[in-house]
């Protein structure tokens, strides 16, 4: 297994620690601390991995199924985890629904021997919902701030439209009667 993968599996061994500390009082009000800093350290190995993988062409089907797969798991995490606080239920759903989408969209597509890779459209909303999710955890009681996280919540929810149509239009094929022929 190359270092890509490695870091993309660390992610997702990340995220159970991040919920713990999100949802379970072990060092009052440092909690959130923790967590934003494991959540940091998760994101941080999204953006790495694909640096590494693609420099040093480490590039693998599993790499462009499963760092997706690990950045959905950490931001439906934190977003579950933050329904309450600013952040309002059916935003989430919306966010999550339209992650099991395109998680559908590529089991299709992988069912025929297709893998899509994540598009710019799909980096953007991740770093996007990444930084709202730093914002809200953090969750500083200064307006400045709170306009910031407002910003971020309605960006990311904007960019999590967006890039599902653009998935839907450009890969169209997959799902059409003669894109599933073999």
């Known amino acids: 297994m190359n270092l890509p993968n490695k870091l993309t599996l660390a992610r997702v061994l990340m995220i159970p620690f991040f919920v713990v500390f999100m949802l379970v009082d072990i060092f009052g009000a440092a909690d959130k601390y923790v967590a934003v800093c494991i959540f940091a350290i998760a994101s941080i190995t999204d953006m790495l991995d694909g640096k590494i ?15 997706p797969m690990a950045d959905k798991l950490l931001v439906c995490s934190a977003l579950i985890c933050l329904i309450g606080s600013k952040l309002h239920a059916w935003i989430v759903i919306i966010i999550i629904g339209r992650e099991l989408i395109i998680s559908g969209f590529r089991t299709i597509a992988a069912d025929n021997g297709v893998v899509i890779a994540a598009s710019m459209w799909g980096k953007y909303k991740t770093t996007s919902q990444m930084i709202m999710i730093i914002l809200l955890i953090i969750n500083l009681n200064f307006i400045w701030f709170e306009v910031l996280e407002y910003i971020f919540i309605y960006l990311s929810l904007l960019l999590t439209v967006i890039s599902l149509v653009d998935y839907l239009v450009k890969n169209k094929s997959v799902i059409s009667d003669g894109g599933m022929s073999k």
């Open 53 to 67: 993988a693609r420099k040093y062409n480490l590039v693998t089907n599993f790499g462009k199924f499963m760092d």
